[in-house]
């Protein structure tokens, strides 16, 4: 499959490399099931977790060569060389599965403190591989100390976050309740104004209603002031006419020949 992509030279050059690996990991397992010693075995180990960490590396490589060259390929030849590189992993996995089965025949002699992955694009794990077999009690004490000690901080900084989470809730929660006892004071406060402007409405209402029973009087009392001094009026032009009646409490106006008559009687006054 590898001799029909159209590859990079760079490319190439990594498919090569991975494939003279997987070979001679194909070749290491062979001979390594022949083995009977467990300390050969061991140590043959070790040579092919070299050789499947310098695969993991090379096949990280080929990943990122395609993603340079992915812009500039056609998407048949994209999918391709994804299909190529998932085929190297699995065939990664493969020789993982055949170590760990092959680390489980040796018993407990060989107890790996850090165990190398076999999952997705990481099937194996960093380049800090160790195996209890080659430290001492003391070692193992001090990686068991270390482990510890870094559980423990790993701990008390999820306290600490937890500690600052909580302050900032109760925080949350204070200035909350402040927000909300204000607002609880401006509705009251918008209930009293909607009261007093009703109660206003009412009142401009009730002075309206007075104003137009006052102004009602008014012109009434203007109206009957206007009738009595035209009665006046139409007495004083016209005093013998007999169809208007005499106004109560006012004295019709003397005849000019009565007032006249008085004047000479009276005579002068000096």
Same mark, same amino acid.
């Given at each position: ?19 003279? /690996? ?13 083995? $009977?010693?467990? /300390?050969?075995?061991?140590k ?38 994804n ?6 992993? $699995?065939e990664?996995?493969?020789?993982? %599965?055949?170590?760990?089965?092959f ?5 407990? $002699?060989?107890?790996?403190?850090f165990?190398?992955?076999?999952? %997705?694009?990481?099937? =194996? ?8 077999s ?15 000690? !870094?559980?423990?901080?790993?701990i ?10 909580? !302050?900032?809730g @109760?925080?949350? @929660? ?13 509705? /009251? ?22 104003? *137009? ?10 109206? =009957?002031?206007? %009738? ?8 004083? =032009? ?10 109560p409490?006012? @004295?019709?106006? *003397?005849? *000019? ?14």
């Amino acid at each position: 499959m590898a001799n029909d992509l159209q590859m990079t030279p760079q490319l190439e050059q990594i498919d090569g490399e991975i494939q003279d /690996n997987f070979r001679a990991l194909a070749n290491g397992f062979q001979k390594l099931g022949k083995v $009977k010693d467990p /300390n050969r075995q061991s140590k043959q180990l070790e040579d092919l977790t070299g050789k499947m960490r310098e695969c993991k590396r090379l096949i990280k490589d080929f990943d990122r060569e395609v993603k340079d060259e992915e812009s500039r390929n056609p998407p048949e030849l994209n999918r391709q060389l994804n299909e190529r590189k998932q085929s190297m992993i $699995k065939e990664l996995n493969s020789y993982v %599965g055949l170590r760990k089965t092959f680390m489980s025949t040796l018993g407990n $002699k060989r107890v790996e403190l850090f165990d190398m992955g076999a999952g %997705g694009s990481d099937p =194996v794990a960093e380049d800090n591989v160790l195996m209890a077999s080659e430290m001492s009690n003391q070692e193992l004490i001090d990686a068991g100390k270390k482990r510890m000690d !870094e559980t423990d901080q790993a701990i008390e900084r999820s306290k600490q976050v937890v500690e600052q989470t909580i !302050e900032v809730g @109760a925080q949350t @929660a204070g200035t909350l309740k402040g927000q909300t006892e204000q607002m609880g004071r401006i509705v /009251n406060e918008l209930d009293t104004i909607h009261f007093s402007i009703k109660k206003a409405s009412q009142l401009v209402k009730e002075i309206g209603r007075q104003v *137009a029973t006052d102004k009602c009087i008014m012109m009434f009392l203007f109206l =009957v002031v206007c %009738g009595v001094i035209a009665i006046i009026i139409v007495k004083v =032009v016209n005093p013998n006419n007999k169809d208007i009646r005499d106004i109560p409490g006012l @004295a019709p106006p *003397a005849p *000019a020949s009565r007032r006249l008559l008085s004047l000479s009687t009276t005579g002068p006054l000096y």
